[in-house]
């Protein structure tokens, strides 16, 4: 719910966020081993990368904005 707010998306524009969005149910192994890196139990999930968080900042299962916002400007 919160990624398809327009404030949400006003924010990826204005920090100039690239998003990537992965289909589990195909079958492929990259995403596999995305996922077991991160010890993904359950889907959805959601992490953010910057310049100051190579390893990235994993949110909550169910996030807010406050989270999402908090995760882009930690990372930059």
């Excluded at 707010?5 to 920090?15: R, V």
């Excluded at 996030?63 to 400007?73: H, K, R, V």
């Amino acid at each position: 719910m919160v990624l398809n707010q327009s404030k949400t998306i006003n924010l990826f524009k204005k920090e100039k966020i690239l998003l990537f969005d992965a289909d589990i149910t195909l079958g492929d192994e990259n995403i596999t081993r995305f996922l077991r890196k991160y010890d993904v139990q359950g889907i959805p999930f959601a992490i953010i990368y910057g310049k100051s968080n190579k390893e990235g900042k994993i949110l909550p299962v169910v996030f807010s904005y406050e989270d999402l916002e908090n995760a882009i400007i930690k990372t930059k």
